[in-house]
């Protein structure tokens, strides 16, 4: 089966794409501003493309692009020359168009004329709106055609379709065209020697196709747009910083940009936000991916984590459902808007087929538990996570053996639900496909850390039946996992078990996962170790999903032999658990690397080619970026290397650095902790804070996991 619900990769967006995003509006462009309908280029607004094409031409010439540069997230500069009808090469007309996303777009299109005489200048932009499914775009294959109407107006063109029930509208506004018609707008104008002429438009998208969603606001002269604004409150609010290398400095800075970006409040609860998955393709709340960017963006904005918890709760399944693959305490995958039913997993605006979602939603309860919110916050959010448990022993443990597994219960759905999502991402060391029902390792440890979290809040709040419960199951769990996942005579954790419980014995990063919580035993830590930082893993920029001895190894591929970021990051923070600690600092150093052959940003993947191959990261084609769990990734990395935690209910703030040498000293202020700020200096080993707010203390070491918290629990009550 082609398309979505077998490859989650997408089509290529061509090269040179400019993609801006601003919370769930985005904006995918070619690098002199155009947006044409035969590729996946557009604004898109709620999941739907209300702009498929905006060209400009210039005397009839299309801009030749000399260079795009990104501003902020939601703004770009673009600029370009107009073709002279003399040959030569030369051209004194130069082309700037500075476009900010938002609700819609708005562009200022100024014309330069370096000549020494007044030009005749015909600026003409001719529009389309197809109001295409957001998959029908990423797929190339669009399939409804809709009813349109359009209303040229002095200064406006109103874009009206219909399809069916469904209608949709945009407002392009353009006040002093001299001529508008049903699919262009024309300005005549003549720019003086050594002057310019510009003017401003903007699109705008509208309810049910009749008043315009809201106006897309013109500051005045000097005064900040609301996407400004709504940035600066982010700065605002997050922690500055300053470190000695200023590569990661800057790097971190961007993960930053982007985070603040991919923010999107719950439309039912606006003082809610939330964390969306990336652009351009999952500009919208995913479990998976929002509950993990959140927590890995813990020490910048906790509400972030909070605000994700509280929206996955309140569309927490209720029902069975086959075809949405809802399940009573389940947690979703996707949430869509304005999506044909046809083409959306499932057939709803909501798809729930994820195996890892519901684990790490009780798991990133728990460790959002720690960063000082009010205790009834978090007991209003223990009903959910108790439905939550009550999926994995009902649901996602099928058969009863321990272990959740997964199997799509329609052939709408995923095939694989795990994050390695793509259909070819779970398979054995020979190249053969593993067969569902699959039960994934890392699900297991996700597994694991839900039950520790929950039993250490039940131990928290008296209730040891509960704690007693639930660690019981921890145990008996992490006993079963390192007897049946673990390949001896390899040296490594399967990646899953089968339909068969047959280990599939490939040789991949998920076995990373389970350092972070704790599931792998001591023992064999340092063989996972070895094998994660062996030549077949490391690619020199990170580790790789899969080995390269695999048989279904291929650099270029989604899922099996890339470098994902947010993958490493975990994986180094599992490391660290461990001791490992110069295995960690290699990945980060790595990684962060990486990020400098894209402007400090990481992307969502790059190939896995071995970097004494290709001097730089092989960017894959079709990679989000910005991307959520990518941006939080080197927050991630620097945070583990600070060995960085807090415990609000405990008193304790854990910092013991181990950051590299070359990472100079950092410097960082204006940090959320316990509803205070404080400030943190570290120079090599030493770390000192400031402003630390009443009974709270800073201690060396790591932060107690919630394994030893629980087993602390259960000494006291014994004693």
Known sequence: MAGWNADTG?????????????????????????????????????????????????????????????????????????????????????????????????????????????????????????????????EARIQRHWDQTR????????????????????????????????????????????????????????????GPVAPFTHPAPGDLSPRDRRRMEWVARIPALQMGNRSIERTLQRSYDDLGALRIEDPEHPERVVVAAGAPWFMTLFGRDSLWASEMALPVDPSLALGTLQTLADRQGRLVDPMSEEEPGKILHEVRLGVSSGLSLGGKPEYYGSVDATPLFVSVLGAVSRWGFAKETIAALLPNADRALDWIRDYGDRDGDGFVEYERLNDQGLINQGWKDSWDGINFADGTLAEPPIALCEVQAYVYSAYMARAWMAYDAGDTAVGDELTDRAAELKKRF??????????????????????????????????????????????????????????????????????????????????????????????????????????????????????????????????????????????????????????????????????????????????????????????????????????????????????????????????????????????
């Open 151 to 210: 209303q040229p107006d002095a200064g406006s063109l109103t874009i009206r379709g219909t399809w069916q029930d469904a209608r949709n509208g945009i407002v392009v506004n353009a006040a002093g065209a001299d001529h508008v018609s049903a699919d262009a707008l024309t300005y005549s104008t003549v720019v003086p020697p050594h002057g310019h002429w510009s003017t401003v438009l903007s699109v705008m998208p509208t309810v049910d196709g009749t």
């Open 482 to 719: 390192n007897e049946q996942f673990w390949l001896p005579d390899r040296g490594y954790y399967a990646i899953a078990l089968d339909k068969d419980k047959r280990p599939v014995d490939a040789c991949a990063s998920n076995m990373g996962h389970c350092l972070w919580f704790g599931l792998v035993d001591e023992d064999k830590a340092p063989l996972v170790a070895e094998k994660l930082m062996s030549p077949q893993m490391f690619s020199g920029w990170g580790v790789r999903t899969l080995a390269t001895d695999m048989g279904a190894y291929n650099p270029a591929s989604y899922h099996n032999g890339s470098v994902w970021p947010h993958d490493n990051a975990i994986i180094a923070a599992g490391l660290v658990r461990y001791g490992f600690v110069k295995e960690a600092q290699r990945i980060a150093t790595a990684l962060l690397a990486a990020a400098e052959y894209s402007d400090g940003r990481l992307p969502e993947l790059f190939c896995g080619f071995d970097r004494e191959r290709f001097t730089q990261p092989v960017p894959y084609p079709t990679a989000c970026s910005p991307q959520a769990w990518a941006a939080t990734a080197p927050i991630l990395l620097v945070t583990s290397l600070m060995r960085y935690d807090a415990h609000v209910s405990r008193g304790g703030l854990w910092l013991d650095p181990v950051l590299p040498e070359a990472y100079g000293n950092l410097h960082i202020t204006n940090a959320p902790m316990a509803g205070g700020r404080i400030t943190i200096d570290i120079s090599g080993s030493t770390a000192s804070v400031q402003g630390l707010p009443e009974g709270m203390a800073l201690h060396r070491g790591h932060r107690p996991w919630m394994t030893e918290l629980v087993e602390q629990a259960k000494l006291r009550k014994e004693g």
């Open 10 to 138: 997408a089509g290529p967006l061509g090269a040179g794409t400019i993609t801006l995003v601003e919370g769930s509006s985005f904006c995918i462009s070619l690098q002199n501003g155009d947006i044409h309908p035969e590729l996946p280029h557009g604004v898109f607004f709620q999941d739907t493309r209300i702009l498929s094409r905006w060209s400009l031409t210039v005397n009839g010439q299309v801009l030749e692009p000399l260079t795009a540069e990104t501003k902020e997230p939601y703004r770009a500069l673009f600029a370009g020359r107009v073709a002279r009808s003399d040959g030569y090469a030369d051209s004194p007309l130069l082309v700037e168009r500075l476009r900010e996303v938002g609700v819609g777009i708005t562009e200022e299109i100024t014309v330069r004329n370096y000549s020494l005489d007044p030009v005749e200048c015909v600026v003409s932009l001719t529009v389309e709106a197809d109001f295409a499914d957001l998959f029908e775009v990423k």
